[in-house]
């Protein structure tokens, strides 16, 4: 597809590229197409960029500006790190916390097949119950195997949630797929609850790789730019699919579509809920932080890091 091959990075042509990521706006990849032949609007390539697992990644205001110089050599610094892992048996992992769902017997996008007149019947105000609660789906993409992991909470996106739920792939998935890991790669966004700049993160961090006896590699995709994860495209929208169209009625019923998912590409997904609480607002101190082995990487160390599980001496 000449889209695709628009927004491709350097190692261009490469099926086996981690990631794929556009700088580039829909009205400039409208006018590249138009040079090649293909008449087509923005708005357009836009909707075929959502179709191939693209999201836009608003701006975040960070002390060096909006769009870094840096932006694509973090891709390519990531892409290689990604490429080492994989290539010396090394478990990667991407995560993310997918789009928080409304629970209920509420309308949910889509369609579905059903018996012709028996549609399924939800409720007709699409109003939220306070003492239902939304769902939190922390999802885990394991690169290697095309495996997905997903936790689903029913309190906050925070940073403890989140390295419960890796933690809890580690142990049930992780140490048992990969017995002779000595390391393992995280890829996660810049910012939310596995955001670089989130202390309680390097915190929990710390703990697993103490406790699971490997190095943990952090690779931030860097802020305000449009980027493709294989998280996005092999398992949240494959998730998305799978349940179009039918209610999310308990965070057991939202569970088990989750686990139903698949694809052409044999995509395995594993999920559970986890009815755990996690506080917001947990304050960590410069002496706590200053005490996680942490070791910066030379490029852009605040979004390249590795943990040690031996604490400092």
Known sequence: MALDALVEPESRGDPMCPLRWTAKSTRTLA???????????????????????????????????IQHPDRDAQFLHLNNQVEVHLAEGQPVISVDTKKKEVVGNLKNAGV?????????????????????????????????????????????????????????????????????????????????????????????????????????????FPPGTSKWNKIEHRLFSAISMNWRGQPLVTHQVVVELIAGTTNNGGLKVRAQLDQGYYPIGIK????????VPITKHDFHGEWNYTISPTARS
């Open 31 to 65: 006018k590249e197409l138009a040079n090649q032949g293909y008449q087509i609007s923005h708005v357009t390539v836009a909707e075929l960029l959502h179709q191939m697992g693209y999201s836009l990644q608003g701006n975040a205001k960070e002390n060096e500006g």
């Open 112 to 220: 579905q097949w059903s018996e012709k007149g028996s549609p399924t019947r939800v409720d007709v105000h699409d109003f939220p119950d306070p003492e239902v609660g939304k769902a939190v789906p922390y999802g885990i993409y394991d690169q290697g195997a095309n495996e997905g992991f997903v936790v689903v909470g029913d309190d906050g996106d925070t940073a403890q949630f989140a390295v419960s739920s890796i933690t809890r792939w580690w142990d049930q998935v992780g140490r048992v797929a990969y017995p002779e890991a000595k390391r393992l790669l995280i890829t996660a966004d810049a910012g939310g609850s596995n955001g670089y700049r989130t202390r309680l993160w390097k915190i929990e961090l710390a703990k697993l790789a103490k406790e699971a006896g490997i190095e943990i590699t952090v690779c931030h």
């Open 284 to 291: 960590v101190t410069d002496k706590e932080l200053a005490s």
